[in-house]
Structure formats: structure tokens, C-alpha cells
């Protein structure tokens, strides 16, 4: 048995990756830019389980509001270690709504 510590979740949507920013007020490393993460302490039998998949979209969702489900989370061994997980999730690109406008026969973007 090991304790994780630490879990992070590179978002990628499309070509971008989501980055966040540390406070400036922050002991460890203030304003670095780094992928969403955050620590854990949890004991472990094996590395990536459903507990730790919950664990590391908890960090995600306190630290940036999004929300998904274990199963959208794509395991990255070889940046993972038994103190460290690391995981994928995929966020698909949305285009912008469009409507017809009127009169017109090309396309304006839709307000929200």
C-alpha cells in the first residue's frame, strides 16, 4: 500500500489546454501557470481507482468549476508515479451557435 499525494488534469479542448493561474499570495510557487491539481492523501492499493479518479475531478471542479464523470478521465501512466496521478480530459470544441439573419442569406452569430 502507498499514499497518494497529489493529482492533476490537463483539459484539453481541441488545440488549446487549460491553464490556471497560482495567486500571487501563494507559499509554493506564486503566479505559475499550471494545469488544474491539488493534494489528495489517499491510501492506495493501486494507482488509478475509481476513488482517486473522484478525488482528482473534486481538485478540478473546486478550482475551476467544471464538472465530468470518472469515465471521461483518460489515465496518463507515464507521467503518473505511486505519490503522483496524472489525467486527460477531452472537452469537446463548441462552435458558435449561428442564425440566419434576416433578409440576409449568410449566417450572424447567436446571442446568448
Known amino acids: 500500500m502507498f499514499t497518494l499525494k497529489t493529482t492533476n488534469v490537463y ?6 489546454m487549460l491553464l490556471i493561474r497560482r495567486s500571487p499570495n501563494d507559499d509554493n510557487k506564486p503566479q505559475w501557470w ?3 491539481a491539488g493534494h489528495v492523501d489517499i491510501p492506495c492499493l493501486s494507482l488509478d481507482t475509481l476513488d482517486v479518479r473522484r478525488e ?3 481538485e478540478l471542479s473546486e478550482e475551476t468549476g467544471i464538472y465530468a464523470t ?3 478521465l483518460e489515465h496518463l ?3 503518473s508515479s505511486p505519490r503522483h496521478i496524472a489525467y486527460l480530459l477531452n472537452v469537446p470544441s463548441r462552435k ?3 442564425t440566419k439573419a434576416c ?3 449568410g449566417t450572424t452569430p447567436a446571442r446568448s
Not at 483539459?11 to 488549446?16: A, F, K, L, N, T
Request: hydrophobic residues 25%; charged residues 20%; aromatic residues 4%.
Open 70 to 72: 470518472p469515465h471521461q
Open 103 to 105: 433578409g440576409a442569406g
Open 56 to 58: 482528482a475531478l473534486r
Open 77 to 79: 501512466p507515464r507521467f
Open 96 to 98: 458558435p451557435r449561428t
Open 34 to 36: 499550471e494545469s488544474p
Open 11 to 16: 483539459v484539453v479542448s481541441g488545440p488549446d
